[in-house]
C-alpha cells in the first residue's frame, strides 16, 4: 500500500533537510551503494520514525566522522525501492525504520525499528556515531 505522497512529504523532509538524498527507484538504490561508505535509512510514518530515529540520524550527520553518502528510502512510498533494499538485505528481517551502513555495496551494520522503539534520539545518535567511527573512517 502506498501513503498518499501529500501526506508523506513533511516526514522525507525531516531527513533531506539534512542532506540525505531519496532513492525513490530500485535504480536509485544500487547506483547509491555501490561504491564507498552509505548510510541508507528506510524512513517510515510510525511515532518511533518521528520522535526516535528522524532526529536522532540528524544528530548522529553532525559527528566529524560521517558515511560518504547518506540516502534514504521511504516504506509506503518508494514502494520498489524499499523492496530492492530488502533484497539486498535479505540476511536481515525487514524493518522500518531501520538504518543500515553499507561498505562498497555490502551492509556492515544495521539498526531495526526494535533497537530504535527501545531508544530516545540521542542514544540513537551515540550509537550511529560509534559506527561510522568503525565503518566510515579512512
Known sequence: MRYPEHLIVPMR?????YGIEEARTPQDVDRIIADGTVMMVVNSVCGCAAGKARPGIGMALQHAVKPAKSATVFAGGDVEAVAR????LKDYPPSSPS????KDGQ???VMHR??????DPF???KNLTAAFDQYCAG
Open 13 to 17: 523532509e525531516d531527513l533531506t533537510k
Open 85 to 88: 533494499l530488502r533484497e539486498i
Open 99 to 102: 538504518v543500515a551502513i553499507f
Open 107 to 109: 551492509p556492515v551494520y
Open 114 to 119: 526494535f533497537q530504535i522503539e527501545q531508544s
Open 123 to 125: 542514544t540513537i545518535a
